[in-house]
């Protein structure tokens, strides 16, 4: 059973940064992507972020330049926040997803921006 922590969150104000990290039990070669979602109430799961084992990494639009991502080992992740908005405020989840497919779950940390 793969554990996934995320860790980080917290409220800042309009213009601050955040760290999010995210660290999945077991092996660093278990992973071959690992990436931040974000879901705020009455809206769905969206990606914001995400890593391959090789590195390469792809952002949603709204983050772009704002939110890089960063691999510590193959199974710990950042999330550096920069240029927050209240538009951020959400939970932040992590996946860590194995080569065999299956997809792990962290249970989140919340993100609050306040104007």
């Known amino acids: 059973q793969v554990q996934v922590v995320e860790s980080g969150g917290g409220l800042v104000q309009a213009g601050g940064s955040l760290r999010l990290t995210c660290e999945a039990s077991?092996?660093?070669?278990?992973?071959?992507?690992m990436g931040w979602y974000r879901q705020a109430p009455g809206k769905e799961r969206d990606l914001v972020a995400g890593?391959?084992?090789?590195?390469?990494a792809n952002y949603a639009d709204s983050v772009k330049g704002r939110f890089p991502i960063s691999r510590a080992n193959g199974r710990k992740v950042y999330l550096q926040m920069n240029s927050l908005r209240p538009e951020d405020t959400a939970f932040y989840y992590c996946?860590?997803?194995?080569?065999?497919?299956?997809?792990?779950w962290g249970r989140g940390t919340q993100v609050t921006v306040s104007t």
């Open positions: 890593i391959t084992s090789g590195g390469t």
């Open positions: 077991g092996s660093a070669l278990s992973f071959n992507f």
């Open positions: 996946q860590a997803r194995r080569w065999s497919g299956d997809d792990n």
